[in-house]
């Protein structure tokens, strides 16, 4: 499938080779490290391998028929044209649900020893290749047994099924030697309160994450678990609605040591959210994770996971992301899919490219603002009463509602200093259109 496509390389941006990177050279150090260990770029099994540009007016469009005489030899051949694409564009990192890897059978036995054989032969594609896993992750809302939930399943047995297929997932992750493992809530949530008790399903999730955690960390893991915030789709709401949503859910709960969360940009904008709204409160908080890199659009409204093209977003979000610290155990992960009339096998390839080009740009971009520092000092400086007199006795939690009366009653009128949008808006764009 992918013999016409050499290896993508870095060809500078006059180039018009189209199977070329224009931005992305992986090995350029940029503040002190490779663009590759700042990006950690991540492919998204299902969306690439799985994805067959369905909607709900149409059949799928997109051939992602693997040969072999079974759904067992099918897997293997999805999986050697994953390592191959993942080879050919430098990605080295994936992320995958166990249905994407492994046929489902016809039972949670048969779907567990598929999961066995599948992880095997992965885990010799990854020897061979150098790949590693970003994250693991169970699909409990694809097949219809999940139509009221998983951990939120109003049914006991449904639970327990859940709660099997995330321990297989969890022993997956492990075994592929994953940094992390995602919880991404796509049935809990809920249609209508005439049939529903928020009350027990949020207490049951909960309860199923702790089980999750005691588990994985019994068998040794020391990744980290997220949480991937979504508003809707495909419940109308769904209980992670939004990082501080999700965020007191995990504190409710006891959670938030174990708990970081996968931000993606397409969900934070479904929920009125910039991409960077989400990635500065998931750092100012201590649980800034891992990053599902795609976006929407904003006149459809609806989930289109679109590889990314918007480079001011992209920038935004690596400017959070060196902000935090940069990625520990996290990556950017493209859960993005091709456009259902883009059919063609190469266009996967474009996809990537778009991609990765668009997160290396911002990363070029983001790099130069912090070296530049103009803005992070006018923050700085906009908060500068809060570091000396009464200010700091605010800070520091030294003073009281009596004393600040008497402060304020001395002070006449108070002098506030101007937000400055426009001129900080005007630096981000002649900064970046100087790279
Ligand atoms: C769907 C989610 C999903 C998660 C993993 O909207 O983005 O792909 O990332 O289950
Ligand atoms: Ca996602
Ligand atoms: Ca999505």
């Known amino acids: 499938m992918l ?14 080779n189209p199977f070329s990177f224009k931005f992305y050279n992986a090995d350029e150090v940029i503040l002190g490290k490779p663009m590759k260990d700042h990006l950690k770029f991540s492919m998204s099994y299902w969306h690439t391998l799985c994805g067959e540009g369905t909607d709900p007016f149409g059949k799928g469009t997109i051939d992602r028929t693997f040969k072999g005489e079974d759904e067992l ?4 051949s999805k999986a050697d044209v994953a390592f191959e694409l993942m080879s050919k564009l430098g990605i080295e990192y994936f992320c995958f649900h166990d249905v994407d890897i492994a046929p489902e059978g016809n039972n949670l036995a048969e779907l567990k020893a598929n999961v066995e054989i599948m992880t095997d032969y992965i885990k010799e594609l990854m020897n061979k290749t150098g790949i590693k896993l970003l994250w693991g992750t169970a699909n409990c809302f694809s097949h219809q047994r999940y139509m009221h939930g998983a951990g939120s399943s109003c049914n006991a047995d449904v639970f327990a099924f859940a709660a099997a297929q995330i321990k297989n997932a969890i022993d997956a992750t492990i075994k592929l030697g994953g940094t992390g493992y995602v919880f991404w ?23 199923l994450m702790h089980m999750a955690v005691d588990y994985a960390r019994a068998q040794g893991f020391k990744g980290d678990f997220y949480i991937e915030p979504k508003p809707k789709e495909p ?9 501080a949503t999700t965020l007191s859910f995990l504190r409710k709960y006891g959670l938030d040591k174990d708990f970081k969360m996968n931000i993606e940009a397409n969900h934070a904008t479904l929920a009125g959210h ?4 989400e990635l500065h409160l998931a750092r100012v908080n201590g649980v800034f994770g891992s990053v599902d890199a795609n976006q929407g659009d904003l006149l459809l409204g609806w989930d289109t996971d679109q590889f990314p ?17 940069g990625f520990t155990n996290g990556g950017l992960n493209f859960d993005a899919k091709v456009r259902r009339a883009s059919f063609e096998y190469e266009d996967i390839i474009y996809g990537y490219i778009l991609g990765m080009d668009t997160f290396a740009l911002g990363l070029r971009i983001a790099a130069k603002l912090i070296e530049d520092g103009r803005i992070k000092e006018f923050t700085e400086n906009r908060y500068s009463s809060y570091k000396t007199g009464i200010g700091e006795k605010i800070v520091k939690g030294k003073t009281t509602l009596e004393e600040l009366e008497k402060y304020a009653l001395e002070l006449g009128e108070v002098k506030v200093e101007s937000g400055r949008q426009e001129y900080l808006e005007s630096i981000i764009n002649s900064i970046m259109f100087s790279v």
């Open 309 to 325: 093209s918007n480079v001011y977003e992209a920038t935004m979000c690596m400017y959070e992301i060196i902000q935090a610290g």
């Open 185 to 207: 809530g796509g049935r809990e949530g809920y249609e209508t309160l005439l049939n529903t008790d928020m009350g027990i399903e949020q207490d049951n999730i909960a309860r």
């Open 274 to 277: 910039s991409f960077q709204h």
């Open 3 to 16: 013999e016409k496509i050499s290896v993508v390389k870095f060809e500078e941006k006059e180039s018009k």
């Open 73 to 76: 030899s099918k897997a293997k």
């Open 235 to 243: 419940t109308k709401h769904q209980y992670d609605f939004d990082v």
